[in-house]
């Protein structure tokens, strides 16, 4: 079991920054693929970002993003973060971090289904 934690949603302006952390307890952290996703109020939740396990030398990130955020981990801080920068109204979400299944934990999908360790979400709103 791994629990999942979120911190540093709030609100921004247009073109503000924001810094999302997730910090994990239970089971070796490094050892998880962990990603980010975004649900919207009305529509699915979508991928953002993730990050492959141990040294995280593999990321991916959503088309929607790419290029104004940034992933990062911490395993001895057993952390995850997600630097938003130039975020846009259509950013607004409750943003959740996850930890992957797979055993092949190199691999980064952006498949919510091979998620299986959610935490409870933090809400961005991005104001125009």
Same mark, same amino acid.
């Given at each position: 079991q791994v629990q999942l934690v979120e911190s540093g949603g709030g609100s921004v302006q247009a073109g503000g920054s924001l810094r999302l952390s997730c910090t994990a307890s239970g089971r070796t952290f490094s050892d998880y693929t962990m990603g980010w996703f975004r649900q @919207?109020?009305?529509?699915?939740?979508? !991928?953002? @970002? %993730?990050? &492959?396990?141990? %040294?995280?030398? =593999? =990321?991916? !990130? /959503? $088309? &929607?993003?790419?290029?104004?955020v940034t992933i990062s981990r911490d395993n001895a801080a057993n952390t995850v973060d997600l630097e938003m920068n130039t975020l846009k109204p259509e950013?607004? @979400?409750? #943003?959740?971090? /996850? @930890? %992957? =299944? &797979? #055993?092949?934990?190199?691999?980064?999908?952006?498949? &919510? $289904?091979s998620y299986g360790y959610w935490g409870q979400g933090t809400q961005v709103t991005v104001s125009s």
């Open positions: @919207a109020p009305g529509t699915e939740r979508e !991928f953002v @970002a %993730g990050i &492959s396990c141990r %040294g995280g030398s =593999t =990321t991916y !990130f /959503a $088309n &929607s993003v790419k290029g104004r950013d607004t @979400a409750v #943003y959740y971090c /996850a @930890a %992957g =299944t &797979s #055993y092949r934990c190199w691999v980064v999908t952006g498949d &919510s $289904n």
